[in-house]
């Protein structure tokens, strides 16, 4: 029976309540451990489509009829179109319709950072489009841009405003405190880099808008493109079979979406506008810079006493506040916290989310913060962490929370630390560091899917989801056939489409399998029900006898038929069963835990920073397919690598403008780059979230990783890192202060 | 109107000066396989063989091909490269996939045995934002099954 309920939903850490239909969500979590498929390798099942080339991406769709737009972007950081004239443009070759400020919210005649939209060209070409972009005349005003976020933050020019939080009594904490350590600490602006640009192709057929689109959310630009140009919902059709990498900056339509629609609906022909490589690395988003003020003080016998944390996000011209507090809020059992978070608003490209925002950069403060204590209180950094274990953060207690298992897993790797010093050789030193993870990770409703079993035996799961490189089309094929007892290679999905399934949630805030798992599951359990139902009235039998598995109604008083056979009868007619997502356990919280150890060697006399080993421990809950919880886990890692030592979206200070807009000045790790990743997931299924107890695991892996790696490069050379990345010259500087320090009587580690 | 040999047949193709190999392959020839990440030469996803050697397609011009022959994903199919890559889940959104095994099938051709070195040598030049890297050289490692 459909069910209205009020719940909370959360994504990314922001929650807002909705009302939603629920079915009843009657299912009992299997046992832990793994299943005849689910909790067992399994290779994706887009995998060879991907390989051989067959899939087709946006990218790759070529419409009838299609032009090819081109955007104008602010070469001004800061600026005002004076005039704009259109006049040559459209004479050059080729071109079909011209758009500018006021034709399309998209495009803006005031700029507020170099890429943003100001105009667009459709042509025949995407060549010539380009060609004509140069004939559009444009008056500049160029004003002075504001990059400072220091200076943006006195101004009090924000994207939002000032959050404050406090629990305790923060300043008596300080002052009865045995030990005090304050630092500041600095992360960079990253480019989500997605292989495949952020692009839309749109056409107009009678009244309703088909859009193609790389995205992580069908069914959010459905509705985002519909509220926007004023049409019903159902007359918006939005399709993403196969998707080249988000990492949370496809959560939106984007500019270019309503750009490709407009000129679609002047030339009456479907549209494409897609990102340079250039044009993304300005205007597809990135994770922004941020500046942490921090202070940790404790008892001498290492009992947190208070945190607090003054941060400054450089949110860029739009965007929002991403948690930066986080982890600080979320990880201690500590009484008195304090922090404030402000989101400063620049000429800078916007941010977005990019995998787990907020916490990245908050655990790479605090996590360094706790090791500068452990060293300063003399106490083991793992020790230290156990010591301040949180059992809960707020008055809601936890779903489930490992992470102590996860800290007793991590000890084998933890031991390894004297070895790893004493392989130091030269000017190569060795050392070895942890950071813990906390983040999000539950999902939520409502999600849909339905599951259609036919003559052939076969299954196929059908829901308007995305599947963006995570794995999570097999890991839903996984779950439908454990539930219908049917082997993996009788499944299929079919998703990627609005018009062709139910709704489904957003593939970010690690909620893809959490969310949209539990509703397949449930109507993989109605398909089977029904199977059931109809096998018992043919073969005169009570329906608690029978069951499905090894692709088989089985009688427990003997007798089995092929679910085929059963099915058969039916002849083309089809069982369809359907399934909906359940609340999250009301009043808890869920959220995913983990560890990692680092491992790195430093050259003291040129800075070279190598990654060798990093062990990750994870607690997402029941883990659905190893394989490809691994391949998430080594790609956070490899990110976070990237995100600590080499990436940096350099702004030249004067005018705002970007400096490296290219991959070959963009420094984005290479297969070169990576070190040993050994991945322990502890695949306990949470027993108050759904039906299946899973998490997400998208986003976890990546928020520990700068933090064990900067406390593996204290370990080694006692120089202490605050500002990522660590390239060479930070790395010297920071060695150079070090031994300043030590110069001066004050031992800089321990 | 150059003449050009593609994965064993015989393509007239109708470009202007400037085009690209890319650009020929995907937009006139269909084979769209062959992606386009950043068009200028820095991230190999257009990774295709002239007469076997590994070359970036999007900055190739195509009226600079000449007699050599061009081979791409589509003719590639079914090299035990591909099974390996789905096998050890070598892809994650498989957008930067066939320009690494295209690449990879030029250093298997070489060197059927390469070492961890050698394949990270060889395989530099394609970036993969999702950092498939570990599978891809487990990939690359046993793609003799």
């Known amino acids: 029976m459909a069910r209205l309920i009020r719940t909370e939903k959360e994504v990314e850490g922001r929650y807002e309540d909705v009302w939603l239909v629920v079915e009843e969500d009657a299912l009992e979590q299997w046992p832990a451990g793994p299943r005849e498929i689910v909790g067992r390798e399994a290779p994706r099942k887009t995998g060879p489509l991907r390989a ?17 737009a081109a955007v104008l972007r602010s070469p001004h950081a800061h600026a005002r179109v004076q005039k704009i004239s259109f006049e040559k443009a459209l004479a050059a070759a080729g071109v079909r319709a011209a758009v500018g400020p006021g034709d399309v919210d998209a495009l803006t005649d005031e700029p507020g950072y170099q890429g943003q939209a100001v105009a667009a060209i459709a042509a025949d070409t995407f060549r010539q489009a380009v060609a004509a972009l140069e004939l559009v005349e444009v008056e500049w005003d160029v004003r002075e841009p504001l990059l400072d976020p220091e200076e943006a933050v006195r ?12 629990r305790g009594d923060v300043e008596r904490a300080l002052a009865e405190a045995d030990v005090v350590v304050e630092a500041e600490y600095r992360t960079q602006t990253v480019l989500h880099s997605s292989m495949e640009t952020h692009q839309s192709i749109c056409e107009w057929r009678d009244d309703t808008l088909d859009v193609y689109i790389s995205t992580q959310f069908i069914w959010g630009i459905r509705d985002e493109v519909a509220r926007k140009l004023g049409v019903a919902p159902d007359k918006v059709r939005v399709v993403c079979e196969f998707m080249g990498g988000g990492f949370g900056s496809k959560n939106g339509a984007g500019d270019h979406t309503y750009i490709a629609a407009e000129l679609a609906k002047r030339t009456g022909r479907p549209v494409r506008c897609a990102l340079t490589r250039r044009e993304e690395n300005l205007a597809a988003g990135n994770r922004n810079a941020t500046i942490q003020r921090l202070t940790a003080a404790a008892r001498s016998d290492g009992t947190l006493v208070a945190l607090t944390g003054d941060f400054v996000n450089a949110t860029g011209w739009d965007g929002w506040a991403a948690s930066t507090d986080g982890p600080m809020r979320m990880l201690y059992d500590c009484e008195n916290i304090r922090t404030t978070l402000s989101p400063a608003k620049l000429n800078t490209p916007p941010m977005k989310a990019f995998r787990a925002p907020g916490f990245v950069e908050g655990t790479f403060g605090l996590e360094c913060l706790l090791d500068e204590l452990a060293a300063k209180l003399d106490i083991d950094p793992l020790e230290l962490r156990r010591l301040n274990y949180a059992n809960s953060t707020d008055d809601r207690p936890y779903s489930s929370k490992n992470l102590m298992e996860c800290y007793k897993r991590a000890e084998p790797h933890w031991q390894r630390r004297n070895d790893v010093r004493a392989r130091s050789e030269g000017p190569w030193k060795r050392g070895v560091g942890l950071a813990s993870q906390v983040w999000y990770g539950g999902g939520g409703p409502p999600s849909y899917a339905w599951v259609r079993v036919g003559s052939d035996g076969r299954a196929t799961v059908i829901t308007a989801m995305q599947d963006i490189g995570t794995g999570t089309a097999t890991a839903m094929a996984q779950i439908a056939a454990e539930e219908l007892g049917l082997p993996l290679d009788r499944v ?32 993989a359990a109605d398909a089977a029900r029904q199977i059931v139902e109809i096998a018992a009235q043919r073969h005169d039998k009570e329906e608690r006898v029978l069951s499905l598995a090894g692709g088989k109604v089985v009688s427990s008083d003997g007798g089995s038929w092929a679910i085929e056979e059963v099915v058969d009868l039916l002849d083309d007619a089809q069982i369809l069963g359907k399934g909906a997502r359940g609340p999250n356990p009301t009043g808890m919280q869920v959220l995913t835990f983990g560890v990692q150890v680092a491992e790195v060697a430093v050259d003291v006399e040129t800075g070279e920073i190598r990654v060798e080993r990093v062990a990750a421990i994870h607690d997402v809950g029941r883990v659905i397919n190893p394989l490809g919880a691994s391949s998430q886990v080594e790609g956070g890692i490899i990110q976070g690598i990237g995100h600590t030592l080499s990436e940096d979206r350099l702004l030249d200070p004067a005018s705002g403008l970007t400096l490296n807009q290219t991959l070959d000045a963009y420094k984005l790790p290479t297969i070169a780059d990576v070190p040993e990743i050994v991945t322990e ?15 997400g695991l998208g986003e976890p892996p990546i928020v520990p990783t700068a933090a064990a790696i900067a406390n593996a490069i204290r370990d080694a050379t006692g120089a202490d890192v605050r500002s990522l990345p660590i390239t060479r010259e930070e790395m010297l500087r920071a060695l150079d202060e070090a031994r300043k320090k030590e110069k001066r009587g004050a031992p800089a580690a321990v | ?36 990440a950043c068009a200028e030469g820095h ?4 990774t295709v063989l002239l007469d076997g050697v590994p070359v970036y397609s999007c900055i190739t011009l195509v009226h600079m091909v000449g007699d050599r022959e061009v081979t791409t994903i589509e003719a590639l199919r079914e090299h035990p490269l591909v099974e390996a890559f789905v096998r050890t889940d070598a892809l994650q959104c498989g957008f930067c996939t066939p320009g690494q095994i295209v690449s990879a099938s030029a250093l298997v051709e070489a060197n059927p045995s390469p070492s961890s070195e050698e394949i990270r040598h060889a395989m530099a030049g394609n970036l993969c934002r999702c950092g498939t890297y570990p599978k891809i050289e487990e990939a690359i490692s046993s793609w003799q099954g």
């Open chain 1, 52 to 68: 051989r080339g067959e899939a087709r991406y946006t990218a790759d769709i070529r419409l009838p009829g299609m032009l090819h």
């Open chain 1, 681 to 695: 997931l502890l695949d306990i299924p949470d027993e108050h979230l759904t039906n299946l107890g899973s998490k």
């Open chain 2, 1 to 36: 109107m150059p003449d050009l040999t593609i994965n064993g047949q015989t393509h007239s193709v109708a470009a202007p000066v400037g085009q690209t190999l890319a650009e020929t392959l995907r937009d006139d020839l269909g084979l769209t396989g062959t992606k386009i």
């Open chain 1, 155 to 166: 101004r009090g020019q924000l994207v939002g405003e000032t959050s404050h939080y406090e």
């Open chain 2, 43 to 46: 991230c190999g996803a257009c």
């Open chain 1, 492 to 523: 299929d999905i079919v998703l990627g489409d609005s018009a062709r399934g139910p709704y489904a949630s957003i593939s970010a805030g690690s909620s893809t399998t959490p969310s949209m798992g539990p509703a397949v599951r449930a109507a």
